[in-house]
């Protein structure tokens, strides 16, 4: 992708959490921002592999939207109730800065006229919604009210760091997960219980995928027919059992070879597809999993997928198909992929907030020792 022009955004920084005009360019993996009426000194560099997370990068996406309006004198009108504006609040009678609030309540004055333009006189009553006084209730004269524009079209300059950024995501997602981990450190002993006479995981030359997202309804031999389908790869695969509330599940596959592991991440990592089901789920490799943290339910995997595919049972293509970049399907694959891997992080989080509370709550207390 080629950079593009400079165009002009509003940006909140992340020092005082103010918003300021900015001009930004895209350039590679930099996006660099200046700001307007600032020395060029100011002027900040970010580097698309800086984001460990989606959720990291959508915070910093949100930080960025079309320049706000000056409110007009004649628009007076249009400052209701319940507005979300971007105000002005000079700290020292000359430092200026802008956040954003919601118009709690609007003093209507009759407007003057002198000289024969409108001046609007009426007080509006704003309540902060972040920086220094997020929360307090101040009053602003209609000088201080800009209006907060929608955004109609992504930026190009912002699009093209974005999607560089998320490449960076997704390629340290996908090198968490496709680590080679010793089946002695821990899940290989579970997983050995699942059947025997289909798999044995023992030794030191099997590599696994983790996969999530699956269809409920999913079966391993399909998996493993249109792994071979895709990459002329045999491979063991396998669908664990989910909760009925779970919208979806999760499963793995099983490689033999350094090589076929290689290759088979290269054909996940490609960015020019996604494979999905029929019904459009996308797939996604699971992030920061190694064996070890995965406890699998005796009994939830039946393996017939070798023995299936080597008699030649076919006809999955209508359940499992990759879906290529610049089509309505990889759009909407790419929207539900971020958003699962968005919901993982956020899952991730919950657990570890869960165990520091159960460590507080278990922990003997210096009365009891």
């Known amino acids: 992708m080629s950079a ?14 103010a918003w300021y005009s900015v001009l930004v360019a895209a350039q590679g993996e930099r996006l660099t921002v200046k700001y307007v009426g600032f020395s060029d000194n100011l002027d900040e560099v970010f580097e698309a592999s800086r ?58 004055e009759r407007h003057s006229r002198a000289k024969g333009e409108e001046e ?52 340290k997602c996908a090198k968490r997960s496709f680590s080679q981990i010793h089946p002695s450190e821990g899940w290989a002993e579970d997983i050995n219980e699942i059947d025997r006479q289909d798999a044995d995981l023992g030794g030191a030359d099997n590599y696994l995928i983790l996969i999530e997202n699956l269809e409920k309804d999913l079966s391993p031999s399909t998996i493993t027919e249109f792994i071979h389908q895709q990459t002329s790869i045999v491979s063991q695969s396998y669908v664990f059992a989910s909760s009925s509330k779970e919208s979806y599940a999760r499963g793995a596959i099983v490689l033999n070879t350094h ?52 008699n030649g049972n076919a006809g999955i293509s209508h359940e499992l198909k990759l879906a290529y970049s610049g089509t309505e399907e990889f759009k909407k694959a790419k929207l539900l992929r971020d958003l699962h891997a968005e919901f993982t992080f956020h899952l991730e989080r919950l657990h570890k907030r869960l165990a520091t509370q159960e460590k507080k709550i278990l922990q003997p207390s210096p009365a009891s020792v």
């Open 4 to 17: 593009a022009a400079e165009s002009e955004l509003e940006f909140r920084a992340e020092g005082d959490d």
């Open 51 to 108: 984001f460990e997370s989606f959720e990291e990068l959508k915070e910093f996406e949100g930080r960025f939207r079309p320049v706000s309006v000056q409110l007009q004198d004649e628009e007076c009108s249009k400052a209701v109730d319940g507005l979300p504006v971007c105000a002005s609040h000079s700290f020292n009678g000359f430092d200026l800065r802008f956040y954003d609030a919601v118009i709690e309540h609007v003093i209507t």
């Open 120 to 171: 609007c006189l009426c007080t509006f009553v704003l309540v902060w919604q972040h920086g220094p006084g997020a929360g307090i209730m101040m009053e602003k004269k209609i000088e201080n009210i800009c209006l907060v524009q929608s955004k109609e079209k992504p930026d190009r300059n912002l699009a093209l760091f974005l999607e560089r950024a998320k490449e960076k995501i997704g390629k």
């Open 259 to 310: 090589k076929d592991h290689q290759v088979l991440c290269k054909f996940f990592n490609n960015p020019g597809h996604i494979i999905i089901s029929s019904r459009g789920r996308p797939w996604v490799v699971a992030r920061n999993i190694l064996w070890r943290d995965i406890s699998v339910p005796t009994g939830t995997c039946l393996l017939k997928s070798q023995k299936k595919l080597q």
